[in-house]
């Protein structure tokens, strides 16, 4: 590949306008103009990455189809976010979240940039220009006006083969949880920690359950209603401060601006047949603009950690009525 070519020039100044407009909106964000976590950066820029590729393409190739448009569009996103990820840019994280996004918008300006240049509209280039520019005139409306902030509630529930005052007692106590207790998730593979143990300071209303993940993750849960085998409602008590730069992607840090959960708990019910239905809930706050999008992802995620602790409970709480039973 000539680096001299339309293919090359489109992405290479794809990726350099969406390295650009990273390391510029980060600095606007330092004086309230722009936010890296906003509708500007995360489906407008890449609108802009997908617009210049296509558009570069067409001064070699006057006969792209729409596949072509849609699918070349995401080469200069897919090095853009590697170059991320290698310089410590964006994590794991952010990154796997955003790449849904950037792909799709990358596609409508890969098209945008086909439908300007096979009708032969006259000064593309201005047009170039204004897509590219137009993040930078948007993100200080919408971090100043336009706030999306939505609270929500993740339930998830599962059968344990135990009656409920053995599942009860795995509840507030979680002794150090071995790797293979807990089942491969989503979560793991997109770099989330993973729980250790949790811990209570006593029992009752106004007990405190402390929470420890990998990579020196630790929260609290303070009790706010204890009913013994019904139920155990906790609020969160996090310092985004005290979780590790590391742990977790800053934009996603649990606590933080952008994304918290508020409160959860364990409710138990009993079957007629004497199993125990134990479900989990946590209601969370998403304080960006992403609408649907982050929901999605927020529900994808609580979903996948709700089911590798109910399964977590459900095994240990099976394997002691067993030890209880060969026991007696």
């Given at each position: 590949?000539?680096?001299?070519?339309?293919?090359?020039?489109?992405?290479?100044?794809g990726?350099?306008?969406?390295?650009?407009?990273?390391l510029?909106?980060?600095?606007?964000?330092?004086?309230?103009?722009?936010?890296?976590?906003?509708?500007?950066?995360?489906?407008?820029?890449p609108?802009?990455?997908?617009?210049?590729?296509?558009?570069?393409?067409?001064?070699?190739?006057?006969?792209?189809t729409?596949?072509?448009?849609?699918?070349?569009?995401?080469?200069?996103?897919?090095v853009?976010?590697?170059?991320?990820?290698i310089?410590?840019?964006?994590?794991?994280?952010?990154?796997?979240m955003?790449?849904?996004?950037?792909?799709?918008?990358?596609?409508?300006?890969?098209?945008?940039a086909?439908?300007?240049?096979?009708?032969?509209?006259?000064?593309a280039?201005?047009?170039?220009?204004?897509i590219?520019?137009?993040?930078i005139l948007?993100?200080?409306?919408?971090?100043n006006?336009?706030?999306?902030?939505?609270?929500?509630?993740?339930?998830?529930?599962?059968?344990?083969n135990?009656p409920?005052?053995?599942v009860?007692?795995?509840?507030a106590?979680?002794?150090?949880?071995?790797p293979?207790?807990?089942?491969f998730?989503l979560?793991?593979?997109?770099?989330?920690?993973?729980p250790?143990k949790a811990?209570?300071?006593?029992?009752g209303?106004?007990?405190?359950?402390?929470?420890?993940?990998?990579?020196g993750v630790?929260?609290?849960?303070?009790?706010t209603?204890?009913?013994?085998n019904?139920?155990?409602v906790?609020?969160?008590?996090?310092?985004?401060?005290?979780i590790?730069?590391?742990?977790?992607?800053?934009?996603?840090?649990?606590?933080?601006?952008?994304?918290?959960?508020?409160?959860?708990?364990?409710?138990?019910?009993?079957?007629k047949?004497?199993?125990?239905?134990?479900?989990?809930?946590?209601?969370?706050?998403?304080?960006?603009?992403?609408?649907?999008?982050?929901?999605?992802w927020?529900e994808?995620i609580?979903?996948?950690?709700?089911?590798?602790?109910?399964?977590?409970?459900?095994?240990?709480?099976?394997?002691?009525l067993?030890?209880?039973?060969?026991?007696?």
């Amino acid at each position: 590949m000539q680096l001299n070519s339309p293919k090359s020039i489109g992405i290479l100044l794809g990726t350099f306008y969406g390295i650009f407009m990273r390391l510029f909106i980060e600095l606007l964000d330092t004086y309230n103009l722009s936010s890296l976590v906003s509708i500007s950066f995360m489906f407008l820029v890449p609108v802009a990455i997908g617009y210049i590729r296509v558009h570069f393409e067409y001064n070699e190739s006057k006969t792209l189809t729409k596949r072509q448009m849609v699918t070349i569009a995401w080469q200069p996103i897919f090095v853009f976010l590697f170059v991320s990820v290698i310089t410590l840019l964006e994590g794991s994280i952010c990154v796997a979240m955003a790449l849904p996004a950037f792909m799709f918008f990358a596609s409508i300006g890969g098209l945008l940039a086909g439908f300007v240049r096979k009708r032969e509209i006259k000064k593309a280039n201005s047009s170039l220009l204004s897509i590219a520019l137009l993040p930078i005139l948007l993100s200080p409306i919408e971090v100043n006006f336009l706030n999306l902030s939505k609270t929500y509630e993740v339930t998830n529930s599962i059968t344990i083969n135990a009656p409920i005052n053995v599942v009860w007692q795995q509840l507030a106590n979680v002794s150090d949880i071995k790797p293979q207790e807990v089942p491969f998730s989503l979560t793991q593979l997109i770099g989330v920690p993973k729980p250790l143990k949790a811990s209570m300071n006593a029992s009752g209303i106004g007990a405190v359950r402390t929470s420890t993940w990998q990579k020196g993750v630790v929260f609290k849960e303070v009790i706010t209603d204890w009913q013994p085998n019904k139920q155990m409602v906790y609020r969160f008590d996090i310092d985004p401060d005290a979780i590790p730069d590391d742990a977790l992607d800053k934009h996603v840090k649990l606590g933080g601006e952008y994304f918290s959960p508020l409160y959860g708990g364990y409710q138990l019910s009993e079957e007629k047949s004497g199993n125990t239905i134990l479900t989990l809930k946590t209601t969370v706050q998403d304080n960006t603009n992403f609408g649907i999008y982050s929901r999605i992802w927020g529900e994808m995620i609580f979903q996948d950690f709700h089911h590798s602790l109910l399964t977590l409970m459900k095994n240990r709480a099976e394997k002691s009525l067993i030890a209880t039973v060969s026991y007696n």
